[in-house]
């Protein structure tokens, strides 16, 4: 028996994706509408198939609703916000029986932070950087703070946390008491003089009674207190409280304009250290670390009392440390410290250390900063090269560039950018930059790092404040000089690969042609990796695309493929994937390009001498032709043919046949 009507029409069909990264909604749940009339009752058809997923489904029943987070809810809308917590964002307050917090990792019934200001947990989505730190710290507590693995967090770690996150609440309450500060009576102020006088008799302190005093002995006390609570714990709860509590206190600052007169403890400036020595933490005016950071001991090491003494710290008092000094932005002092201190955390530090270039590039020392990125702090650590990532790859290649930096603290936030020191020469840019290629194989294999380091290489070195570049038209350099440029190319490569300290040939550092000569340089050292790696690579066109107008260093990198038959035609296999997959994304490009540039485009490939390669621009024009209405452009695509003189070139006869069926579209019109 069929289903009842009732039932039919509460039928529906819920897919659920168990990755949430590969859903295009952003949803872990999708609900299918049930069976409509218009097309189900009238075929009658046992069987629905979806031709673009490739899903046939062929058999459905009433749909439950299966526990989901707020964001994923079919039945109430959910908008998304980075990090939105004043206030419900339209109807996310609302919620069915199934709906879970994100945050609290429980039905939404029972937040009690759902709707709560500043809080709002009914915003939270897993798509926001800020609402996952905010679940990391829901589920870690405040252990998020140690990098530690949830598998590895035990009793003792959590009984440790939740003592140490009651201590964080309350050291906020005290610090903030102090940082207002308190003006007292003249009589009431201690004399700190000598000779030392009654309360009210000292005329230098009696002069100071209109200052606001800012006395930390509460804080000290309560540090204190916390501090002789963890000696009597477990060593892991121990650990936890000590560390957090250094990295607490070592952000503490001193609200004064005017050294104050107090006490060890009443002063900031005397109890912190204190405090710190009791957590075997250096003060900051320790004179080992001090003598680092003004760069007067570059190994972290001094001999005291016939013994070494090593800058040896645990990593949150190095991520204080460095916290501090970058909101100073005392970047030098920074790059200082981290290439001197030690660590028994090595991941933890190197990770810190991986951030020194961007550091010197904030100093405007573009070479130190190259440098760095390929040589570690010690013989026993990989480069930092061997870890960044084609992103940062290109930023780099654009402050090296340019002498500009992003404003941020992380080279990778948004904004703009600012000039802070002299480029790097052509010559050297090229130099490093490929030995970074050379030196990370995921870089090597990645089209988009050869795409970066072939658009840096044809623009100038002007930066707007946008970050954006501005690309250089090359005029084509005479044949002799290519030729001199190309013999010299392939020797200089593998010394790159091979060799620290490389020095360019003289035709590399033509005074006039220094532009072309690097670009010939990065065409030989894209045809190498297509020699060698063509089976890594996912994509070309993006490699092409980079060159710009720069037609004649594309076409100088085509006619050597042909050198090797698979090569050839494994390149211009790609080009026509990307161009097959990314039609509607090329279409843009070309609006916004004109016909000029497609048109140079065009005829690179069409008159290539290879069959092969002319296919490429017999499928380009095909797209063309195919979508004319997107394409308002096509008419002067036209006349730049005709100026060409394409029609009387010898193409071949696929290539004529389809240039003059283009041209005939339009004369007929």
């Keep these: ?243 957090g509590a250094a990295k607490e206190i070592a952000l503490h600052k001193d609200p004064a304009l005017s050294w104050q007169n107090l006490g060890h403890t009443d002063s900031l400036k005397l109890a912190v250290p204190c405090l710190l020595q009791s957590l075997n933490v250096v003060p900051w005016d320790h004179v080992l670390l001090t003598t680092v950071l003004k760069g007067q001991n570059v190994t972290g090491q001094r001999t005291q009392k016939g013994r070494k003494v090593f800058l040896w710290e645990t990593l949150p008092v190095i991520e204080a440390r460095v916290e501090k000094l970058v909101d100073k932005k005392n970047y030098k002092e920074v790059v200082r410290y981290l290439r001197a201190v030690k660590c028994n955390d090595t991941k933890g530090l190197r990770d810190l250390r991986d951030k020194i270039p961007f550091y010197l590039c904030k100093t405007g020392d573009f070479l130190d900063a190259a440098h760095s990125l390929l040589f570690p702090v010690n013989s026993l650590a990989c480069c930092t090269a061997c870890r960044i990532t084609p992103f940062q790859f290109e930023v780099y290649l654009k402050m090296f560039r340019t002498g500009s930096v992003p404003t941020g603290k992380d080279m990778l936030e948004p904004g703009p950018w600012i000039t802070v020191g002299s480029p790097l020469k052509d010559g050297v840019l090229v130099k490093q930059a490929l030995k970074l290629l050379y030196n990370n194989v995921s870089l090597y294999r990645n089209p988009k790092c050869w795409s970066s380091l072939i658009m840096i290489l044809g623009s100038s070195n002007f930066l707007e404040k946008s970050g954006h570049l501005h690309p250089l038209s090359l005029k084509e350099p005479p044949l002799d000089f290519q030729k001199g440029v190309l013999a010299a190319s392939g020797g200089l490569l593998e010394e790159l690969k091979s060799k620290i300290n490389v020095s360019l040939p003289p035709a590399i550092l033509s005074p006039h ?156 019109l």
């Design 1 to 243: 028996m069929g289903p009842s009507k009732r039932e039919e029409k509460e039928q529906s069909i819920i897919l659920i994706s168990d990755d949430e990264a590969e859903s295009t909604l952003g949803n872990s749940v999708l609900l299918v509408d049930p069976l409509e009339k218009s097309a189900l009752e009238e075929e009658k058809s046992e069987e629905v198939v979806d031709e673009e997923c490739e899903l046939m489904v062929t058999f459905c029943k009433q749909a439950k609703v299966m526990p989901h987070a707020r964001y994923d809810c079919t039945i109430h809308p959910f908008e998304r916000m980075e990090c939105d917590t004043c206030s419900p964002l339209g109807k996310n307050a609302d919620i069915c029986n199934q709906c879970y917090c994100y945050i609290c990792d429980k039905l939404a019934s029972e937040c009690q932070n759902w709707t709560t200001p500043s809080l709002c947990h009914c915003n939270a989505h897993n798509k926001s950087k800020f609402w996952k730190d905010q679940r990391d710290f829901a589920l870690a507590g405040v252990l998020v703070m140690f990098n530690l693995d949830l598998t590895d967090i035990d009793a003792d770690l959590r009984h440790g946390g939740s003592l140490l996150i009651k201590f964080i609440q309350e050291l906020s309450v005290e610090y903030n008491k102090y940082l207002v500060g308190e003006r007292m009576p003249p009589t009431q102020h201690e004399c700190f003089c000598l000779p030392k006088l009654p309360p009210g008799q000292c005329n230098i302190c009696r002069s100071r009674n209109m200052e606001i005093v800012y006395k930390y002995s509460g804080v000290f006390a309560l540090v204190t207190r916390f501090l002789n609570q963890a000696e009597r714990e477990s060593p892991k709860a121990a650990a936890v409280m000590f560390l």
């Design 513 to 668: 042609l220094h532009h072309e000569a690097c670009l010939i340089l990065a065409v030989q050292a894209v045809q190498q990796m297509l020699f060698c790696d063509l089976p890594y690579l996912t994509s070309f066109l993006e490699i092409a695309l980079a060159f710009g107008n720069n037609f004649w260093a594309l076409r100088l990198l085509l006619d050597h493929l042909s050198y090797e038959e698979h090569v050839l035609h494994g390149t211009v296999n790609l080009i026509l994937r990307d161009l097959n997959r990314q039609k509607a994304t090329m279409l843009k490009l070309w609006q916004n390009l004109g016909p000029q540039y497609v048109g140079e485009f065009l005829c690179l490939f069409l008159t290539c001498r290879h069959k092969k390669m002319q296919s490429i621009g017999l499928f380009t024009l095909n797209i063309i032709t195919e979508n004319l209405h997107m394409c308002p452009w096509a008419k002067h695509l036209c006349n730049f043919f005709h100026n060409a003189g394409l029609r009387h070139l010898p193409l071949g006869t696929a290539a004529h046949h389809e240039v003059s069926k283009f041209i005939n579209i339009f004369e007929k």
